[in-house]
């Protein structure tokens, strides 16, 4: 299984774009990258998702290199409701994992006024 | 629509005692999948279900158990609660078993006293 690395922490301002890079050097073919945003006491909440090149959505892009063993959130212009833990994934949607998911200890975003 | 809902939302144990926890998938979701969190770290998955079947499962005892019913409910069985099965316990659903997007649950608290 692949193993992910993201920094334990980040403080931002508001307006500001907020980037957070994952490592994830033993990446396998199939897996998939996948970015989930966690606030206290609550389930974790789909941001996006990603194989390969650039993915982009209403409230992020992920950005993955072709050797894929990295990615990067991009978060533009946070605002204090973002402040949240942000989890990078990687694995997914082939036959043999049946969509479970292994999650590291997150990345805590702190958004200051 | 309402999302993944689960009960109870708080649960308070003692070391030895069993638990139920239930999870109602998103109205057509065949996939559920529980996760235990505890304090501070990322959510660490349990089991997988999908139809019915196990189709996958975490590194947890044996203490740990679940099944899915035909209408796609789950429940999470815990026997002889310990101290350290105090958590945040999560379900997620999905509508296939190879879908990459899971809907989380706002999880049951369980202290074990």
């Known amino acids: 299984l692949a193993k992910t690395t993201q920094p334990i922490s980040m403080d931002s301002y508001e307006g500001q774009e907020v980037n957070i890079t994952c490592s994830h050097n033993n990446i396998a073919t199939n897996d998939y990258i996948t970015w989930y945003q966690q606030f206290p006491s609550q389930g974790p909440r789909f941001i996006i998702q990603g194989y390969k090149t650039k993915v982009t959505n209403e409230v992020a892009s992920l950005f993955i290199p072709a050797d894929r063993k990295s990615s990067t959130l991009s978060l533009p212009r946070v605002s204090l409701s973002d402040t949240a833990v942000y989890y990078c994934?990687?694995?997914?949607?082939?036959?043999?994992?049946?969509?479970?998911?292994?999650f590291g200890s997150g990345t805590k975003l702190n958004v200051k006024p | 629509d309402a999302g993944v809902t689960q009960s109870p939302t708080h649960l308070i144990k003692t070391r030895g005692q069993h638990v139920t926890l239930r999870c109602s998938p998103i109205?057509?979701?065949?996939?559920v999948s529980w996760y235990q969190q505890v304090l501070g770290q990322g959510p660490q998955f349990i089991f997988q279900?999908?139809?019915?079947?196990?189709?996958g499962r975490g590194n947890f005892p044996d203490r740990f158990s679940a099944r899915q019913f035909p209408n796609y409910s789950s429940e999470l069985n815990v026997n002889a609660l310990l101290l350290g099965d105090s958590a945040l316990y999560l379900c997620?659903?999905?509508?296939?078993?190879?879908?990459?997007?899971?809907?989380f649950g706002q999880g049951t608290r369980l202290t074990v006293v």
């Open positions: 994934l990687v694995g997914g949607p082939h036959l043999y994992n049946f969509n479970k998911f292994y």
């Open positions: 109205s057509g979701h065949k996939s």
């Open positions: 279900y999908y139809e019915k079947e196990e189709r």
């Open positions: 997620a659903s999905s509508f296939e078993r190879l879908n990459t997007e899971a809907f």
